[in-house]
């Protein structure tokens, strides 16, 4: 199954995350179909900027996203 989710990022204790679109059995971190999107949640504002396009698009293909990321789509707009 294909999944939307974030994969961390950075350096240790200041993470950023990519929204990315992955198979489910794939690593955390491993390899991506596509991103699709950033959260940076340590900027102040926070930082979110998700291509609510692609999003469509792969949620129309079957992608399933998780809670936190539906969750940032939905607060970006979508």
Do not use: H
């Amino acid at each position: 199954m294909v999944k939307i989710r974030l994969k961390r990022m950075g350096a240790k204790k200041a993470p950023f995350y990519r929204i990315v679109v992955a198979d489910s059995r794939t690593p955390r971190d491993g390899k991506v179909l596509e991103e699709i999107g950033i959260y940076d949640p340590t900027k102040n504002p926070t930082v979110l900027r998700v291509d609510l396009e692609a999003a469509k698009k792969w949620i129309g293909q079957g992608a399933q996203p998780t809670d936190t990321v539906k969750a940032l789509i939905k607060k970006a707009g979508g």
